[in-house]
């Protein structure tokens, strides 16, 4: 059985390139909305029903709606980083606990709620914002040579004879 040959496109015919873009205005909103709950652009595009690579053509050619998805990565972002930082330096909140007696009374005492410095967050804020004094890994340069018959006296084997 010979394959079918494929017919050569008409004159003037424009070939056919997958589905259609379905961009709507509302996307902008929507964009926004999901980065600032965190979500990444495969979520994003799985939301709205399309793939990555529609996503990543949509945030070329509507400003708006790369706008929208930057400002709210970049709102969330800053929210961690202040997180991170109130979590290394340490902080405290105002909070209210609650008791109840034997007969049922209810008691709202308000209290300060203290977290002390935490060495993990600090070591991971000074690794990323000072790598060159804080990273794990340090460069070490070695020079100098090493002759054979210097190692064999120093591991007192004989010499091979020549």
């Known amino acids: 059985m010979t ?5 050569p496109p008409r004159k003037g015919a424009k070939p056919k390139m997958g589905r259609p873009l379905q961009y709507h205005e509302r996307y902008v ?14 979520q994003l595009a799985e939301a709205l029903g399309v793939t990555v690579t529609t996503l990543t053509r949509w945030k070329a050619r509507y400003p708006d709606f790369s706008s929208a998805l930057k400002d709210g990565k970049a709102e969330k972002d800053e929210t961690v980083v202040q997180s991170l930082y109130n979590r290394a330096m340490g902080y405290s909140h105002k909070s209210v606990k609650i008791f109840c007696n034997t007969a049922g009374e209810v008691t709202e005492v308000p209290y300060t709620e203290r977290y002390p410095p935490d060495p993990t967050s600090m070591i991971f804020w000074l690794k990323n914002r000072q790598p060159g004094e804080w990273r794990d890994k340090h460069d070490m340069e070695h020079s100098g040579t090493v002759r054979l018959q210097d190692l064999l006296l120093a591991s007192q084997i004989p010499a091979p004879k020549a």
């Open 3 to 7: 394959p079918k040959k494929a017919r």
């Open 29 to 42: 909103h929507v964009a926004r909305s999901m980065a600032l709950l965190g979500s990444t652009d495969v």
